[in-house]
């Protein structure tokens, strides 16, 4: 296939030209390709080419309590071709008793033969046996190169500072990083305690989370991340503090990356405000915060404070699911849906924040594939790679709604949200899953991905 005319992403600038694609892989890239006998052409005037997102964080298929998420990998991903995702990664856990190695082929039954994406998984690691280490190596050897740890949650999933350290420990030992959910549990149990009185009220779930809860545990998991001489990964930073703490171990010469999220840029605190129950629809943790956070999110994409923006893709229906919590604000389910805007979103707001095409081409492409072990093969544009690839009409203006997505979920947290970048035409590796702005998958055809160890000096670009 000759892809023409377009404006080509790359990682350092923006040009104008064409991109051969064979089996899959980009093989030429140029100028005036000439077409060959019996190639299929697609033409990208006017268009951006991205690279195909990588989403290094989503919750498909997860079970919550009584209830489970309301995509699996099938609507799941095909929400994120729709929205011009390729690649997921999927945070595979164990349930209670079960070794890693048990929950990870869990999670590849739920994947297998469904995913529509490319996809890999990071593993959650809730506590530390005489087994760990054993079982970290089996998943390392097995493609699954990163490990999640959650400071909050201590009662149930999370775990404590020494084992926090040793499973760092053993992490940099097997070329692997950890990815950190940074909330002090501690703080939030006793301000969610205190807020008994309030327990009626969506707004008191912010309140049980100040920007302070969130960033003393990147601080802390920052500290421990350097004694240990692990690499860290902080999930959803939501806070300037918890950017300012990034900020201050890249400063000393650690290896630490952050990541934030589409509605930590995007959407703020009021929303739990909003009459009736409607603020559930924005409950996630930690939560939304204040414009000035998102300033100082966006100024973090811009100077490389930050490295990536994933989405925490974590749906549960609002009639059905949120209103579990409608009497109680900490039982209203934790998390929103969003593999599908992310890349529309952040080709709309980024350049209206001050972010080149390449920056966001980084933060939501390429960085995740270095950072967590897959840039042999994806992220960028450029021979060699992958032929996972996005057609973005810059100039097409139209409203995001729940009535409009392929996520299976009764609501968006963007409804109608003006967006002017429409992902029109997907690719994945080379085989075209949206044409115009029409699905044309049929059969899921996403493949797991063996992640690379991780580098160090994956820490400098
Ligand atoms: O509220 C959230 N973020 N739900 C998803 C699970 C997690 O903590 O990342
Ligand atoms: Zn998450």
């Known amino acids: 296939m000759l892809i023409r005319n377009g404006n080509i992403i790359l990682k350092s600038k923006v040009i104008s030209g064409d991109l051969r694609v064979k089996h899959g892989v980009i093989v030429e890239m140029g100028p005036d390709l000439l077409k060959a006998p019996g190639e ?9 080419i991205a690279p195909g997102g990588i989403d290094a964080h989503t919750h498909l298929d997860m079970p919550c309590g009584d209830i489970t998420t309301a995509d699996g990998f099938r609507c799941g991903s095909l929400a994120a071709i729709a929205g011009g995702t390729t690649t997921v990664l999927e945070y595979a856990e164990c349930a209670e008793g079960e070794t890693l190695q048990q929950g990870l082929a869990n999670w590849h039954r739920k994947a297998v033969g469904k995913s529509f994406c490319d996809y890999g998984f990071h593993m959650t690691v809730s506590a530390w046996t005489e087994d760990t280490p054993a ?12 490990f999640k740890t959650y400071t909050a949650y201590q009662k149930d999933i999370g775990v404590d500072d020494y084992a926090l350290f040793r499973i760092m420990r053993e992490a940099a030992r ?21 807020l008994e009185a309030r327990k009626g009220e969506v707004s008191a779930h912010p309140d049980s989370r100040p920007n302070l809860v969130e960033a003393e545990a990147v601080s802390r998991a920052a500290d421990i991340g350097m004694l240990a001489g692990s690499a860290v990964y902080i999930v959803h930073i939501s806070t300037k503090e918890g950017a300012e703490a990034v900020r201050r171990a890249r400063d000393r010469g650690q290896t630490i990356f952050g990541e934030t999220c589409p509605h930590y840029l995007l959407l703020d605190r009021s929303r739990y405000d909003l009459p009736g129950f409607e603020g559930a629809k924005y409950v996630m943790s930690p939560p939304l915060r204040t414009p000035e956070d998102q300033h100082a999110l966006w100024e973090a994409l811009r100077n490389g404070g930050l490295q990536t923006v994933s989405t925490d893709h974590c749906a549960f229906r609002f009639a059905d ?20 805007h992310r890349m529309e979103l952040l080709y709309t707001y980024g350049p209206a924040q001050g972010m080149t095409l390449p920056q966001i081409a ?9 950072i967590f072990g897959l840039s042999h093969r994806k992220g960028q544009i450029a021979p060699g790679y992958d032929a996972d690839l996005v057609l973005l ?6 409203v995001l709604s729940a009535a409009a997505q392929m996520q299976a979920v009764d609501y968006t947290p963007y409804e109608g949200m003006q ?3 429409k992902v029109e035409t997907v690719l994945l590796r080379g085989q075209v899953l949206m044409e115009n702005g029409r699905l044309t998958a049929e059969t899921p ?12 000096e994956t820490r400098e670009e």
């Open 40 to 48: 299929e052409v697609l033409d990208a005037a006017g268009r951006y």
């Open 362 to 370: 980084a933060v939501t492409a390429w960085n995740p594939a270095r």
């Open 419 to 421: 967006v002017r970048a």
């Open 174 to 194: 097997l070329g692997a990083l950890v990815c950190v959910h940074c909330e002090n549990d501690g703080l939030l149990r006793a301000l969610s305690e205190d």
């Open 445 to 456: 055809m996403g493949q797991y991905l063996i992640r690379e160890p991780f580098h160090q």
């Open 393 to 398: 009409d810059p100039d097409a203006p139209h």
């Open 135 to 146: 079982q970290m190596a089996a998943a390392a050897a097995a493609g699954v190169t990163s």
């Open 321 to 340: 699911q949120k209103t579990l919590g409608r009497e109680d604000f900490r039982k209203i389910p934790n998390g929103i849906p969003s593999v599908e």
